[in-house]
């Protein structure tokens, strides 16, 4: 058992917990994920590592209230336990193989679209730790949604917040910022890293090619077992196919076919809302194309 020491609400739907997982918390890298298992029959959920502490033995997930299975964990408080915590997996970010004075060298940019900005703050705090400054942005629909602000400022060069609505922040959606970063302000990056909805890094990575500026996106979204074997998370990355589960998460965004990936993040998108309308109601409902997305 894998007892949680910590519960946070951040905010509407999202949570953050601190688990005890001793060796994956002495063994993980930024970029890498685990799976957490609530029981015997629960569903295998793969989560991004937001955090680690490797003297108090912690890790940290962030997840978002969706479907079935993270409506469960929802109602899970402090000493209560998972089942299973597996990890950590996938690889880790290229940079943490980088060699640090060349890296020194660099300037990064990353993009926080949602609840990316979990799998985005333990790289930009790698950075921070071995004395490299970069700019965030960091982008949510309202002020209400924007999750893990002080603790990016704490770690960030520059940090820059943007909303849907305007109501925090500027007003817009991240490419926005990039365009003011790049041509108001002439800032030159060496690379891009964006993590978030699968549509924003579509946009990101369209943007940034024309900038011919090297861009690198997490497909954890379309994650379902976490270790290649169910094949949910295949993917075209150029000419070749790829898991995001084994080979990623973290792949050349100017490469990955985004529509591709954007259509089998649908897949169980039906099932998940009928289990979920079936929890909240019981069988006395049938689904017809509206638990599911279908048209």
């Known amino acids: 058992m894998y007892k949680i020491v910590k519960v946070e609400k951040l905010a509407d739907k999202i949570y953050l917990m601190d688990i005890k997982a001793k ?3 002495k063994s993980c890298e930024p970029g890498q994920f685990v799976i957490v298992k609530m029981d015997e029959r629960g569903e295998r959920i793969p989560l991004t590592i937001c955090d680690y502490d490797r ?9 978002q209230a969706l479907g ?4 469960r964990m929802t109602v899970l408080k402090e000493k209560d336990a998972f089942m299973d915590v597996t990890g950590p997996l996938g690889c880790p970010s290229d ?3 980088e060699d640090l004075e060349e890296l020194k060298k660099k300037k990064i940019l990353f993009v926080a679209g949602g609840v990316g900005a979990a799998p ?8 921070h730790q071995h004395g490299i400054d ?3 942005i960091v982008g949510a629909k309202t002020k209400e949604l924007v999750i893990l602000e002080k603790e990016m400022e704490e770690v960030a060069g520059n940090l820059y917040i943007t909303t849907d609505d305007g109501s925090y922040g500027s007003k817009g ?6 365009k003011s970063l790049i041509e108001e302000k002439g800032y030159q990056y060496n690379k891009c890293v964006a993590i978030g909805p699968m549509i924003m890094m579509k946009f990101v990575s369209l943007l940034t090619k024309e900038y011919n500026l090297p861009t690198i996106v997490s497909l954890n979204p379309i994650m379902v077992d976490g270790t290649g074997m169910c094949g949910a998370c295949r993917v075209t990355v150029g000419e070749k196919i790829k898991f995001a589960c084994v080979d990623g998460p973290e792949f050349d965004g100017h490469l990955v076919n985004f529509d591709e990936a954007m ?15 079936k929890d909240k109601e019981g069988d006395t409902k049938e689904c017809r194309g509206v638990c599911g997305g279908e048209k």
């Open 134 to 136: 970069t700019d965030v």
């Open 23 to 25: 060796r994956i918390a």
């Open 68 to 71: 079935y299975s993270t409506n």
């Open 95 to 97: 940079f943490v193989h």
């Open 55 to 63: 003297k108090e033995e912690t890790i940290t997930i962030v997840f």
């Open 120 to 127: 985005v703050y333990p790289q930009v705090k790698w950075f």
């Open 263 to 277: 259509k089998r993040q649908q897949m169980y998108k039906k099932e998940e809302g009928q289990k979920l309308l």
């Open 173 to 178: 959606m991240v490419t926005e910022v990039i």
